[in-house]
Nanobody, 115 residues
Framework: VQLQASGGGLVQAGGSLRLSCAVS????????MGWYRQAPGKQRELVAT????????NYADSVKGRFTMSRDIAKNTLYLQMKSLKPEDTAVYYC?????????WGQGTEVTVSS
């Protein structure tokens, strides 16, 4: 499974961005997909995940009500719509696709929120 994230950039606080993650390879084997982020000097943390066979989406408390994750199955693309962005959302955002025996990461896309 290969992932290619895009859509990051510089935005003012209160603004919006939409991240995309194009997925290729053995997409049929993916069981869980999600977005994670890593701020400077901090550990990588979960933003949102979804079980691909119809499970509900799980969000970190810090992004609930502001971020929405969605999938376009026909395009094999995962999205993260981010609204009401805060400076503390500044991080490198990574998409992840987990199969039964592998955890696959994209290269990351950087989001910077200015105050």
């Amino acid at each position: 499974v290969q992932l290619q994230a895009s859509g990051g950039g510089l935005v003012q606080a209160g603004g919006s961005l939409r991240l995309s993650c194009a997925v290729s390879g053995s997409v049929f084997s993916i069981r869980v997909m999600g977005w994670y982020r890593q701020a400077p000097g901090k550990q990588r943390e979960l933003v949102a995940t979804v079980i691909t066979n119809g499970g509900s989406t799980n969000y970190a408390d810090s992004v609930k009500g502001r971020f929405t994750m969605s999938r376009d199955i026909a395009k094999n693309t995962l999205y993260l719509q981010m609204k009401s962005l805060k400076p503390e959302d500044t991080a490198v955002y990574y998409c992840n696709a987990a199969t039964y025996d592998t955890s696959n990461w994209g290269q990351g896309t950087e989001v910077t929120v200015s105050s």
